[in-house]
């Protein structure tokens, strides 16, 4: 007989469980490879689909015991397995090390399930169609053959149907293979043709504004000016519950403007007449070359920080690290903190490499996320740009990983898997013996430890290219400013003559102020409570424009009250100046000035940041303000001053990376100035002049603070000395999170022994969010087995004590406290 022997597969299902289940392969899938590849199963009443980790000949023990029937697989997706075997044990390291879920870490690692890379399209055929109408007389069907007439009857109504239609029902798609070889089906495989994709954006016409005549238009005005600004078209429909119609007669007559924009990354408008700078290296840029070249050509794993102040031309030296790995051979991964510099980087690079660049972040519609990823899997694109997700691009022979501006948060995924991008880019450089190159002008406290202890290579770059200076910096002390003035205004006086004698020159301004919104908080000068969001425990901000208090958590948006809700004050009155108000004020200023704003709430979309950051960048603007946005990656040669605005804000934060944040926001932003010919000037507001993250970022020494911050974190076990973990236990009913905050304290309890220090439970900062009450543990160890045993332990327990999943969030090397 020649009977295979029965299979067992191991399958990662997208549920928030900590185990993989296992199904039985039967017969038409028997004998193919499964591991890494995509299944269909059936999970309780639905068909789900998970990830083949594993195969084994044996049924599972637990499946033993009870006897009980090991279910089987349906469906297989993806004849080349979308993952292969280094990013599934990159898979299992992300689920160990952040203590997540193994199918919700495993979903993260898998391309988007649009079927795009190839549908497998099913025909019936005249055999089917006799077949069909024999089964269609039958005065009774049953058993195996009533599964195949109601397949064959949608077969014969549709002709045909494709693989993705099939596996929405249980079993059909298993059926259908069975079919195609008995001559009932054809299948065929069709690999959707490429197209540019475009979609239409939609904003108010302000120069045609009359008022709205109806309630529609008045619902799509407030949508697109008010709340968001140009929309997608779909989106805007959505949002403001209307009809394309109207849309189409707005735009008739002039209160609507529309636009097409691409949406296919390789095919940005933006590229085509795009000449990258040619530059000759200067010997630091050499130096590091020489050695990321010997590493990579060892063919082993390196780490290396490149610590390189701002202007010192650390992109030529990532690109020539890409030029390294693939003159071997080798495939390259680039990681950025955010979406906007995939376009600044990803053009420098496809300048460089062509087309075999890809591009991957989240907000790619699925469809061409899809479409990316498949082209990276098949080998078709050997550098990889994009955000965090992107350290898992589906390259094989990986010979680098770049991780720009390695400090920054948005590295770290604020939803489970909570990892690192970072961290995880230097892990899969050690799985696949591969350089992993983390860049920054300030890098963070862990990073420079390593670098300090050997852990990482240092490279260094140490003066900015053409040896152009460091724009000087200098500290504006808001208490003496004030003293004089006896009045506050939204920038000090010296910010404003500074800005008035750029004007004078001809030469560009920024200014940073990190709070958007006109004012923070609405506050009543009767009972001194500021007016707070229904959902959460924090101060609703004011945006003028849309007149309207907003949570910038959840939100939540009310209009401003007139009176306190609290006490029924008349006098309410704003407090705290954000990007709106200093937009404003600057304007009132100086009103032939040309200024903008880049904030979240003017840019909305790509093009209204390329266009706004496109005009300042020719000097078709005076002033740029902004959010931190204005803060990261751009050259502007123009701009001579940088102004900060309320430099200390972050300082007050309770959390022990404020003062990290705060030196590397005002080092960053410092660096915008002085790029080109013209050198530049800093002035950085604040109430605490003498903090020593201020102090060092005016002299833009990050060594001295870098000495001075490890000083503290060493003595109050913060990271790098400790490793750290963030337990929040969160619900609606503040009954239940204080509950299972005590039970969890309970089971904590015996891990003090082994070395784990436990705080809490204490009422998160934010201990109210999108109404959920907050309850938070920090746990700290020197030891991360021990910190990771404790948290193990702590999501069995809640498994075993019924405490829902969702209420207990595990951060392993959280990015913040709140
Ligand atoms: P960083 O990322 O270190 O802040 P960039 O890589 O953005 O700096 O480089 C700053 C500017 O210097 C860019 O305009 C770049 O084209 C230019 N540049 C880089 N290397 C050189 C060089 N060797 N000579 C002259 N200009 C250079
Ligand atoms: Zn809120």
């Not at 420079?448 to 290219?465: D, I, P």
């Not at 152009?468 to 920038?491: G, M, Y």
């Not at 940088?642 to 926001?665: H, K, S």
């Not at 070395?755 to 201990?767: N, R, S, T, Y």
Request: net charge positive.
């Amino acid at each position: 007989m020649s009977l295979m022997s029965p299979r067992y597969c191991e399958v990662a299902l997208p549920v928030p469980l900590r185990s993989t289940f296992t199904y039985a392969v039967p017969e038409p899938f028997n004998g193919q490879p499964l591991v890494g590849r995509r299944v269909v199963v059936p999970f309780g009443k639905r068909a789900m689909v998970g990830i083949a980790l594993a195969e084994s000949d044996r049924p599972p023990d637990s499946a033993l015991l009870k006897a009980a029937r090991v279910k089987e697989l349906t469906g297989v997706m993806d004849s080349l397995p979308a993952l292969p075997p280094k990013l599934i044990e990159l898979g299992h390291w992300i689920s160990r090390y952040y203590i997540a879920p193994i199918g919700e870490t495993f979903r993260s690692l898998l391309p988007p399930e649009t079927e795009l890379c190839e549908a497998r399209t099913y025909t019936i055929t005249d055999t089917g169609r006799e077949y069909f109408r024999q089964l269609s007389k039958a005065p009774e069907i049953e058993g195996a053959e009533s599964a195949e007439f109601v397949l064959l009857k949608h077969f014969n109504e549709n002709d045909s149907s494709t693989s993705a239609r099939l596996r929405r029902r249980a079993g059909a798609e298993a059926l259908a293979e069975k079919l195609v070889r008995r001559g009932l089906l054809t299948a065929s495989e069709v690999l959707r043709p490429r197209k540019t994709r475009t979609q239409k954006i939609v904003s108010w016409n302000a120069a045609a504004s009359q008022p709205a005549k109806s309630e529609t238009e008045k619902r799509i005005r407030e949508v697109l000016t008010a709340e968001r600004g140009p929309l997608p078209l779909h989106v805007l429909l959505e949002k403001a519950h209307v009809s394309r119609s109207i849309v189409q007669r707005l735009e008739k007559i002039g209160s609507l403007q529309t636009w097409e924009e691409t949406i296919t990354p390789g095919e940005d408008p933006w590229d085509t007449d795009f000449i990258p700078p040619a530059n000759v290296l200067n010997a630091d840029q050499k130096q590091a070359l020489e050695d990321i070249w010997r590493w990579i050509v060892a063919d082993k794993f390196a780490a290396a920080l490149l610590h390189g102040v701002t202007g010192s031309g650390k992109t030529e030296v990532y690109l020539g690290a890409i030029e390294a790995a693939l003159s071997r051979g080798k495939t390259a991964i680039v990681l950025v903190p955010e979406i906007a510099l995939t376009l600044w980087v990803g053009r420098l690079v496809r300048a460089r490499f062509g087309d075999r660049v890809a591009v991957l972040h989240s907000a790619l519609p699925d469809i061409e996320r899809a479409r990316e990823w498949w082209r990276v899997r098949r080998g078709e694109a050997s550098i990889v740009v994009g955000t965090r997700s992107a350290v898992f691009a589906p390259l094989e022979n990986l010979g680098l990983i770049i991780v720009d501006e390695e400090q920054e948060s948005a590295y770290k995924q604020e939803e489970t898997p909570r990892y690192n991008g970072r961290d995880t880019a230097v892990y899969r450089a050690s799985l696949e013996g591969a350089v992993a190159l983390l860049g920054s002008a300030t890098p963070s406290l862990e990073t420079f430890h390593n670098a300090r202890a050997g852990k990482y290579q240092l490279l260094q770059l140490t003066s900015r290219v053409r040896n152009r200076p460091l724009a000087d910096v200098r500290i504006v002390d808001l208490r003496e400013e004030f003293r004089h003035r006896q009045r506050a205004s939204p920038i000090s006086e010296s910010l404003r003559a500074a800005i008035a004698l750029r004007l004078e020159e001809k030469t560009q301004a920024m200014v940073l102020i990190n709070r958007r919104g006109y004012s923070w908080s609405l506050l009543c000068r009767g009972c001194g409570s500021v007016v707070q969001c229904a959902n959460c425990s924090i101060a609703l901000t004011y945006h003028k424009s849309r007149q309207r208090l907003v949570c910038h958590y959840c939100g939540y948006s009310i209009r401003p009250p007139k009176q306190c809700p609290k006490c029924h004050g008349q006098y309410m009155y704003f407090v705290g100046d954000g990007s709106e108000r200093v937009d404003e004020y600057l304007r009132e200023q100086f009103p032939s000035a040309l200024i903008a704003r880049l904030d979240r709430d003017t840019v909305r979309t790509k093009r209204e940041y390329q266009q706004v950051l496109g005009a300042f960048a020719k000097g078709e603007l005076d002033v740029l303000v902004g959010t931190q946005m204005v803060a990261k990656g751009h050259d502007f040669a123009r701009v001579t001053l940088v102004g900060v605005v309320a430099a200390d804000l972050a300082l007050g934060r309770p959390d022990f990376r404020a003062a990290e944040r705060t030196f590397q926001l005002l080092t960053q932003v410092a660096g915008r100035a002085g790029r080109g010919e013209l050198s530049g000037e800093v002035l950085v507001e604040t109430y605490y002049p003498e903090h020593y993250a201020i102090q060092y970022a005016a002299q833009q020494d990050y060594v001295s603070f870098y000495e001075k911050e490890a000083q503290f974190r060493r003595l109050l076990h913060y990271p790098p000395f400790t490793a750290l973990a963030n337990v929040l236990v969160r619900d609606h009913k503040v009954e239940n999170a204080i509950r299972w905050s005590r039970a969890l304290a309970d089971c904590f309890a015996p891990f003090e022994k082994q070395g784990v220090k436990i705080l809490g439970p204490a009422a998160a900062p934010l201990a109210r969010l999108r109404r959920d009450y907050r309850f938070q543990f920090v746990l700290k160890s020197p030891q991360r087995t021990a910190l990771g045993k404790a948290l193990s332990a702590a999501l069995d327990f809640c498994a075993a004590k019924d405490i829902p999943a969702t209420a207990v969030i595990v951060d392993v090397d959280p990015a913040n406290l709140f």
